[in-house]
T-cell receptor, first 112, second 118 residues
């Protein structure tokens, strides 16, 4: 079963705008990771945030983690058409023995 | 460094057959995990291997099995294929080290094997 729920399921924006995706999860975690997937291909790792971290940046990506609310958000700034993809959050739960549990994903479309 | 590689990339089988998929992890990575992705169930964990031993298993029937070799390469096998086994099968590798804050190893995914069962 999916631990995470992602919101929104689909997001369509114009190039240059910011995109925000949210992820909620149910159990205590060691870390949370965000991945990107283009058209049913492999997953590309974007960023990992540990349970004792609150915010992390990588280039145009900003991830926040609120363990009290069991939620995370991924912000992509100044989006580009090449950012069009599905984005997944994945949690590494304390009790899951390092398996990743994925959310359902957000389909992001960036229109040129 | 070369990334995770999976072979074959595409496969078509018929019900009742069996299939073997292969995964070569990133050099130096000793842990390999397998995931199944379908439109209905999303991404689901199958199993993880480390040092040729299965260390974690998801909720899949016994028709799904795997193994890992001494060079960390891994194979997964699905016997008696069913239509519902049609999916993208993804392999991920990680170094598997432990830091003081807990396991934080990033899992790197391969391009996947697209299995179609007719």
């Amino acid at each position: 079963s999916q631990q995470g729920e992602e919101d929104p399921q689909a997001l369509s924006i114009q190039e240059g705008e910011n995109a925000t995706m949210n992820c909620s999860y149910k159990t205590s975690i060691n870390n949370l990771q965000w991945y990107r997937q283009n058209s049913g291909r492999g997953l590309v790792h974007l960023i990992l945030i540990r349970s004792n971290e609150r915010e992390k940046h990588s280039g145009r990506l900003r991830v926040t983690l609120d363990t009290s609310k069991k939620s995370s958000s991924l912000l992509i700034t100044a989006s580009r058409a090449a950012d069009t993809a599905s984005y997944f959050c994945a949690t590494d739960a304390e009790t899951s023995g390092s398996r990743l549990t994925f959310g359902e994903g957000t389909q992001l479309t960036v229109n040129p | 460094k070369a990334g995770v590689t999976q072979t074959p990339r595409y496969l078509i089988k018929t019900r009742g057959q069996q299939v073997t998929l292969s995964c070569s992890p990133i050099s130096g990575h000793r842990s390999v995990s397998w995931y199944q992705q379908t439109p209905g169930q999303g991404l689901q964990f199958l199993f993880e291997y480390f040092s040729e031993t299965q260390r974690n298993k998801g909720n899949f029937p016994g028709r799904f099995s795997g193994r890992q070799f001494s060079n960390s390469r891994s194979e997964m096998n699905v016997s008696t294929l069913e239509l519902g086994d049609s999916a993208l099968y993804l392999c991920a590798s990680r170094m598997l080290t432990r830091e003081t804050s807990g396991p934080t190893d990033t899992q790197y995914f391969g391009p996947g094997t697209r299995l179609t069962v007719l």
